[in-house]
């Protein structure tokens, strides 16, 4: 009997090891990590039964990001069908009618580019045109045709016109004009020019559509890029960023920035309206803002007489100062403004219109981000009843209660969700699977963390753990500063080339990821604790909280690390000079001095602001704030990488770190991403190489086996 039961616990235990062992998720390669899919936009129809959502993957054949448009239609019962509905890969920012039979989208196409004043002697060949597909089923066709791109676009609340606006056209004789006298010379800024804003006859387009090719192409001196049937109603020296059409039909909107999209000057960037009774290129748009901000996000509210919008960057209320995303709105007969929201301690992100004319509205508080909901302007911004991690990308039914939204978690990759009110967030379904095999993978899992710096402030980031090893001790450490600085990182699922701390975890590192002072989500006066100590205040947060990890025993202090781009570039310039204690360093995309940096950047006005004033203003600073003066220290073996074409922080930038370091005799690598931005977006190898090279980077400097 006694031998019975002894074969039967042993028959049960290997069943036990030989059932576990089949359910064990395999760990996140990088192939797997590099085929997400992120979703650009989501916008839903106006009865709320179908809604559009943009992606972008990588096509790893043609060495380029797709951008296709997909389409969910409901069953009405509980269920639907999602099919693709473009196939050229370079489709972006939908928007449906308003009466549901029509999506309007741009669509990359190739052009002559007969001239080119732009000042980029880089310009991509092709250039976005507004496109129509119709929902009752058919192709996509353009709308607008020429060599200048279509900046912005909005339907007419009847939905039988589009408004659109692109760079004021320029005729042939124009043209060659410009290239006879100045050949192959680039005019930076001298050759800039701002915008025309047009409306299009949808029927006419249609019209057209149906006679193209039976009419002989144009060529005369007097034709211009300006769409055939398309007509003129207002021009600005600006480049239209936004536009939409007011509910009533009775006016435009729009909000600017600078022609070459450099934030150099915050005047560039405001609010205008246009009059469509009487508009006219000869009659001057209406200025409705005259402040220190970069509006952003502009909406109509359903009044047809205040504008909403966002500011990121600027102020509002009065000279320059950065503070967290906040919620206004603009009258449009008297330009007064009033914030929304104005009790919110953390930072507003997208909102939406809801039928009562109040707002619905992502908000970040720490490390979560939902949704809240605010029917006037005086009314409490309060919190929807949703699940924890990170909303984003809202979009409302015009017509219905319904909306769509993205969802994520650390341990949920995102996708699109449908609920049938805002009340009913929590039992929302999601419509879309493009993420699924990450959740066939072992996770890492993550937390919050929280450390008290020198002045008594306390600071929060997050920890994400090795699979498998959550909450274990004494830890080999990657510290991974977000960029930004404006940023944060908590409970959101990413996975990039710039946000790779699941495969770094996958690795065997305890990744720390930090929300510095400068970070959003914790007041005003903490995202302003990085000025004028752009770097030296956070660095001072970020080791801080390293000396914590270790001396409680989580953190492994012969095995640290440290890595960033962008912003988190500029941190990982900046701590190797600070300690010796990092084993390894991986950075990109970061300056390590100010001066040419602040020339070089398109954010200059946002640079100026961290250090307290201009370069001949505070010279000091612009030089206790750079890296490169304290370059001696620095014993760390340091992998560098930069796009070829970077302006955000300019590739000098990273020549200049790598020369300093071969100079001292410090063991680095440099690797240059031709073609490639800041965003590293035109090719997805270049930012697979990137974190395969990084992390093969930490691996043989930072002393430890990556874990299989």
Not at 208 to 226: C, L, Y
Request: hydrophobic share 35%.
């Amino acid at each position: 009997m006694l031998n019975r039961s002894l074969l039967l616990i042993s028959f049960l235990a290997v069943f036990a090891l030989t059932f576990a062992r089949a359910a064990e998720k395999p760990k996140l390669t990088l192939d797997d990590f590099f085929n997400y899919v992120d979703i650009l936009s989501v916008s839903i129809s106006p009865d709320g039964n179908s809604v559009v959502i943009n992606t972008e993957r990588a096509d790893w054949v043609q060495n380029i990001f797709r951008r296709d448009l997909w389409l969910y239609r409901d069953d009405g019962h509980g269920g639907g069908a999602l099919t693709q509905l473009t196939q050229s890969g370079d489709n972006t920012k939908p928007q449906w009618s308003p009466d549901g039979r029509w999506i309007a989208f741009l669509s990359e196409r190739k052009s002559n580019q007969a001239v080119d004043t732009s000042g980029d002697d880089h310009k991509e060949d092709a250039v976005a045109q507004l496109d129509l597909i119709p929902l009752a089923g058919g192709e996509p066709f353009p709308v607008t045709q020429g060599d200048e791109e279509v900046h912005s676009f909005s339907w007419s609340p009847n939905s039988r016109t589009l408004y659109f606006a692109t760079r004021t056209p320029w005729t042939k004789t124009q043209k060659d004009a410009y290239t006879k006298e100045w050949k192959d010379v680039l005019q930076y800024r001298a050759a800039e020019r701002g915008d025309m804003i047009f409306s299009m006859d949808v029927g006419d387009a249609i019209a057209r559509r149906a006679t193209e090719g039976t009419k002989p192409d144009g060529d005369s001196e007097s034709d211009s890029d300006a769409t055939p049937g398309s007509h003129a109603l207002a021009i600005t020296p600006w480049r239209v960023h936004e536009l939409e059409a007011s509910p009533d039909g009775s006016k435009l909107a729009f909000v600017t920035t600078s022609v070459s999209e450099r934030e150099e000057k915050v005047e560039e960037f405001e609010i205008y309206s246009v009059f469509l009774a009487n508009a006219s290129p000869d009659r001057p748009p209406l200025q409705l803002t005259h402040n220190q901000a970069v509006e952003q996000d502009l909406h109509w509210a359903k009044d047809s007489k205040h504008i909403f919008f966002e500011v990121q960057y600027g102020s509002v209320e009065g000279k320059y100062k950065d503070t967290q995303t906040r919620l206004y709105w603009v009258d449009a007969d008297t330009s007064e403004i009033r914030r929304w929201a104005a009790d919110f301690e953390g930072a507003i992100g997208p909102y939406m219109l809801t039928s009562d004319g109040g707002v619905l509205a992502t908000g970040q508080l720490g490390t979560e981000v939902q949704t809240y909901s605010q029917p006037g302007v005086s009314a409490p911004f309060s919190q929807q009843s949703g699940r924890p991690g990170t909303y984003a990308k809202l979009a409302a039914a015009q017509h219905s209660q319904r909306l769509a939204f993205v969802h994520s978690a650390i341990e949920e990759p995102k996708e699109v969700y449908l609920a049938d009110s805002r009340d009913a967030l929590q039992s929302a379904r999601p419509i879309t699977s493009f993420n699924q095999l990450f959740t066939e993978r072992d996770l890492p899992k993550a937390k919050p963390y929280r450390w008290t710096a020198d002045d008594g402030t306390t600071i929060e980031g997050m920890l994400m753990y090795p699979p498998g090893k959550f909450e274990a001790r004494h830890l080999p450490m990657f510290v991974f500063p977000h960029g930004g600085p404006d940023d944060f990182d908590g409970n959101h699922f990413e996975a990039d080339w710039y946000v790779w701390d699941r495969l770094a975890a996958t690795q065997g590192w305890l990744v720390f990821e930090p929300n510095y002072r400068g970070s959003t989500g914790y007041g005003d006066k903490f995202l302003a604790g990085i000025v004028p100590e752009n770097v030296s205040r956070p660095g001072k947060d970020i080791l801080e909280g390293v000396d914590a990890l270790v001396k409680d025993g989580t953190a492994d202090p012969d095995h640290l690390t440290v890595g960033g781009y962008s912003y988190g570039g500029y941190m990982a310039n900046w701590l190797i000079t600070q300690t010796t204690r990092f084993k390894a360093a991986v950075t990109g995309g970061g300056a390590v001095e100010n001066v040419a940096n602040w020339g070089n950047d398109d954010t200059t006005f946002d640079d100026a602001y961290f250090l307290g004033g201009f370069p001949w203003d505070v010279p000091k600073r612009y030089q206790d704030e750079a890296a490169i003066y304290q370059m001696n220290k620095v014993r760390t073996p340091t992998h560098i990488v930069s796009g070829a074409d970077d302006i955000r922080v300019a590739v000098a930038e990273a020549y200049l770190l790598d020369h300093a370091l071969h100079a001292l005799g410090v063991p680095s690598t440099l690797l240059i991403f031709p073609g490639e931005g800041h965003e590293l977006d035109k090719n997805p190898w270049h930012g697979k190489i990137k974190v395969r090279e990084e992390l093969k980077w930490l691996e043989k400097y930072g002393g430890i086996t990556p874990a299989h």
